[in-house]
């Protein structure tokens, strides 16, 4: 099968999650991805949450599939040495170190310019260049807080308030699949100038684009004063900020996350229930209140704001002898937005999502096999074929060979400890 990125060399020089993710993604769709590694210890999410002794984590194996092993002590002459005919004979380099570690391992932008001018070179940081808080390292929650996700997530009143971190990696892997974009898009750029150039994303920023919603919202209450689709309207005050909207959350669609059938027990018996304005009316016909249609206290989205959480507890009392799968195949057949919540076990285990790549199992030398999640973008000719992980340095003496090295020479660099 014809893969759209073939040909395309990139030296991976990312760890942890943020820069990986993207390599990762791109090896997918047919880039040779040379993930370099320090030696012996390589990224630390080899041995980070480690579920089987002395084999990759998870953690690892889940986003650095399809790629290649290099071990290379860039701080050694040597190692520079071979990184930098890397350099000369790659299209990409990525890269998530902590602010200046590029600069200080002697690859500045302007050097690796100079070394190779089609060279695009793809960042993350936590925040923006030039950005007052440039300086700061920075991990996906510390993200999340910057970007603005967490003051917008969560509970506004009660035990529970506070600003709330997503489980969701909306400052690591968001940031990657951003840089992504921006690195092929600089690469169908070069093919218009012959030039290469700079690509970075700031984890702030993906964040941010992320909260597109929550910052249209405080203009409007820069505007208005109020909003009138968050739970805090219309009974309480608002003050100059946007609040937290708790299961209201997104883009501004009524709805509620509701207990099913079971959820005194399970943790995940819900579903979600939009009452969007133009599913109102089979709604109505779905719950057996087509009384409501008429009704003025109910009939438009204005009238059911001050008492929607009645509403919720209505449509509550109508799930309680519904399992999540029963209230969403009722709610199917009239074409009402929802559904279930799913556990992780659940999603795991789904037979669509297994059936369309979403999850898949990949042999592993050292693991046997692991279950990990498939490319979410389908296409109709390519179809990713997820390979195993690297071991640590699996691939450092072919990748060597391949650069021109002689079988002496790379004993030399074996024996110098930069490889
Ligand atoms: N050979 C030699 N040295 C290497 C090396 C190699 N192959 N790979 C990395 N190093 C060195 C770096 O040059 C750096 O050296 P220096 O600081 O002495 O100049 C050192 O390892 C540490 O790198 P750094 O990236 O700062 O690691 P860290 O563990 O201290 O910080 C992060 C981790 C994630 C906080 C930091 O990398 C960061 O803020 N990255 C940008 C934002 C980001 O992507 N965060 C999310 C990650 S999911």
Not at 53 to 82: C, H, I, Q
Not at 167 to 177: H, R, S, V, Y
Not at 267 to 292: H, M, R, V
Request: charged share 25%; with cysteine.
């Amino acid at each position: 099968m014809n893969k759209p990125l073939n040909g395309i060399k990139i030296i991976d020089f990312t760890h942890v999650q943020a820069g990986p993710a993207c390599t990762q993604m791109l090896a997918w769709f047919g880039a040779d991805v040379i993930k370099v590694e320090r030696p012996g210890s390589g990224d630390v999410t080899r041995s980070q949450l480690r579920d089987i002794p002395n084999v990759d984590a998870l953690y690892f194996t889940m986003l650095n599939s399809n790629k290649r092993s290099l071990t290379l002590d860039t701080k050694t002459a040597e190692g520079k040495a071979v990184l930098e005919k890397m350099i000369k004979e790659s299209d990409v380099m990525v890269e998530n170190f902590g602010p200046g570690a590029l600069d200080r391992m002697g690859f500045s932008w302007e050097r690796i310019q100079e070394i190779n001018p089609k060279m695009i070179l793809a960042s993350v940081k936590g925040f923006s260049d030039g950005h007052e808080y440039e300086d700061l390292k920075v991990y996906e929650n510390v993200a999340q807080c910057a970007g603005g996700a967490a003051s917008t997530t969560g509970w506004w009143k009660g035990e529970q308030s506070g600003p709330m971190i997503s489980a969701a990696a909306l400052g690591d892997t968001n940031t990657g699949m951003h840089l992504a974009i921006g690195i092929l898009t600089a690469y169908i750029g070069r093919q218009q100038t012959g030039k290469g150039q700079k690509v970075a994303v700031a984890m702030q920023d993906a964040v941010l684009n992320l909260c597109r919603v929550k910052m249209r919202d405080q203009l409007r209450l820069d505007t208005v004063g109020y909003l009138e689709e968050y739970p805090q309207y219309p009974h309480e005050t608002f003050s100059d900020v946007v609040p937290r909207g708790g299961n209201a959350g997104g883009g501004g669609q009524p709805g509620w996350i509701l207990k099913c059938k079971g959820w005194e027990t399970d943790p995940n018996a819900y579903i979600y229930f939009t009452i969007q304005g133009q599913a109102w009316s089979p709604i109505c016909d779905a719950l057996g209140k087509p009384e409501w249609k008429t009704d003025p206290l109910y009939m438009t989205p204005k009238a059911r704001q001050p008492h929607i959480m009645d509403i919720f507890a209505t449509i509550e009392d109508w799930l309680k002898d519904k399992t999540k799968y029963e209230a969403v195949d009722i709610l199917r057949k009239f074409d009402i937005p929802c559904a279930p919540v799913f556990s992780m076990k659940e999603l795991l285990h789904d037979k669509s999502l297994r059936a369309s790549g979403s999850i898949v199992e990949v042999p592993h030398k050292e693991r046997g096999s692991y279950w990990t999640v498939g490319s979410p973008i389908k296409f109709s000719d390519l179809k990713p074929e997820i390979t195993a992980s690297p071991l640590l340095g699996e691939h450092t003496d072919g990748v060597l060979a391949e650069l021109g090295y002689s079988a002496e020479q790379i004993a030399a660099l074996h024996a110098a400890k930069a490889v």
